[in-house]
Every structure is written in C-alpha cells, then in structure tokens.
C-alpha cells in the first residue's frame, strides 16, 4: 500500500510538564505517545502522527490545530493524566485528583477542530472521560472514594492485567460489532469514570456489577464519529492478555472505516 493511500490517524499527546528538578531534559515540556497505542493504530496499515500542541512559551510560527485537523483523517485521544475537576466545574478533593488542565483544554481544542473539518473521533479510557467532559458531562473523580462498594476499576499491581466483564447495551452499535456476546471481558485501569453522561452521548456498555460506564458513541449519526471506550484496546495483546479479552479488531476497524467514510467526503 502506497503511503498516500494509507489513512492518516492523529494520536493526542501526553504531556510531562517541565520541572527544574528533572535530570533529563531539565525544565523542558516533553509532548509523547505511548508505543502501544501507536502499533494499535498502525496495526491494519494506518499511518500513526502524534499531533503536539502548538501553543506554550516556546510556540514558534502559525501552525494551528485545524492545519492537522484538515490533514489528517482521524483523531484517538489516549490514556494518561486524570482530567482536571476544573474542567468541569469541580474542585479537587485531593490534590493528588488535581489532573492536567493543560492538556485538557489542548484536547478539547484538538475534538472542536476535528468536528469542525467532520472528522471522526475515537477515546481510549481518559479519552472517553475527556470526550464526555468535552460535551458537558462530569466525571468521579475517584470511584472508590465516591461509590463505596464499586468494583475495583483499577489495581497498581496488575495494571493492564486487571480484567472485569461489561455488558454490551443491545441494540448499540457496539453490540452489533460482537453479535451474540452480551458481556465481554476488558481490561480496567482507571480511578476516574463518567457520573454524568453528556447529552450528546448514549451509552454502550456498563459494568454489571457496579454500572460504571464503559463505552459511549454519538447519538446522532448524522454528525462527525465520536465513539470512545474506558478499557484499553492497544493492551489486548494475545500473548499477555489470554484469549478472555476482546478482540479489539473490529472496534479499530470501525473507528477507520469511519475515518475512510470522512476522507472520501473531504476529496
């Protein structure tokens, strides 16, 4: 496949704020991308760009979000730092839960200019809580503290390996992607999740045990793709992951047809 052809996915950036006390890179703001989460995108032969924010005291020239927007056919916004309380018009009630409001607002600004050129938008875990947040839900801030008795959505020592079920909502688009299955086995590595759900969503997928809110997609098909899952689909990797967990290929394949969909409108 010749490189024009291929799509062209925009990842978000993490941000590693700038800190005198650092030895590397000392006082500078690095901007990255998690490896797996490049290799999932790039997994059917898409082409993975990390889209840095053009703004910060070193902002040099005119490039802007929407030139990325325009160029490219798709976004995934990825895992990382808690989304800040102020972003939604909360206070923190740890400082430990303060979140990066930096980012937030970079990533907010980054879904407004792929909305505006009609290009589709996918979350991976904070993604889904920054997507909600985007559109005017709120989040827990901390589900242990906030829900005594939930299921415990994330644990340090197993990371990635920490798995739960989540019941597909019927009738969703999500559920449709695995007909048959009504509950699927995901991996959980969250403390943050969804209280209010943004009226620009429906939900498609819950925790059956503690109804947190596992995936979400626009109501309104007519508009721009936006779909986002709390699990992380770029761990399910069969050697470490086991054949328990989902097959995440049909999920990537409908974020990229989607992606392709925008692309042929756009030309």
Request: glycine content about 8%; charged content about 20%; hydrophobic content about 40%.
């Amino acid at each position: 496949m010749q490189s024009g052809t291929r799509l062209k996915i925009g990842i978000s950036a993490c941000f590693m704020h700038a800190d005198p006390a650092r030895p590397l890179f000392t006082g500078k703001t690095l901007q990255y991308v998690e490896q797996s989460i490049a290799h999932w995108v790039m997994s059917t032969g898409a082409l993975a760009v990390m889209i840095p924010s053009p703004t910060g005291a070193t902002q040099r020239g005119d490039v802007t979000l929407d030139h990325y927007a325009q160029w490219l056919d798709g976004l995934v916004l990825h895992g990382g730092a808690d989304v800040s309380p102020l972003s939604y018009g909360e206070q923190p009630l740890q400082e430990k839960w303060g979140g990066d409001k930096i980012r937030d607002e970079y990533e907010i600004d980054l879904v407004n200019a792929f909305e505006r050129h009609g290009k589709p938008v996918f979350g991976v875990c904070r993604g889904l809580q920054l997507l909600n947040v985007a559109y005017g839900g709120t989040l827990y801030q901390d589900i242990e503290t906030q829900i005594p008795g939930a299921l415990r959505h994330r644990d340090a020592g197993t990371y990635d390996q920490n798995f739960h079920s989540v019941r597909l909502v019927e009738g969703s688009r999500l559920a449709a992607l695995y007909p048959g299955a009504e509950r699927v086995t995901v991996n959980s590595i969250h403390h943050q999740a969804i209280k209010d759900v943004a009226a620009e969503f429906e939900v498609e997928a819950l925790s059956p045990v503690d109804g947190m809110v596992e995936a979400i997609r626009r109501r309104d098909r007519n508009k721009p793709y936006l779909a986002a899952v709390q699990w992380h689909p770029e761990f399910h990797l069969p050697h470490l992951s086991g054949p328990q967990a989902i097959d995440d290929a049909a999920l990537l394949q409908d974020f990229l047809d989607a992606a392709q969909r925008a692309r042929l409108l756009n030309s």
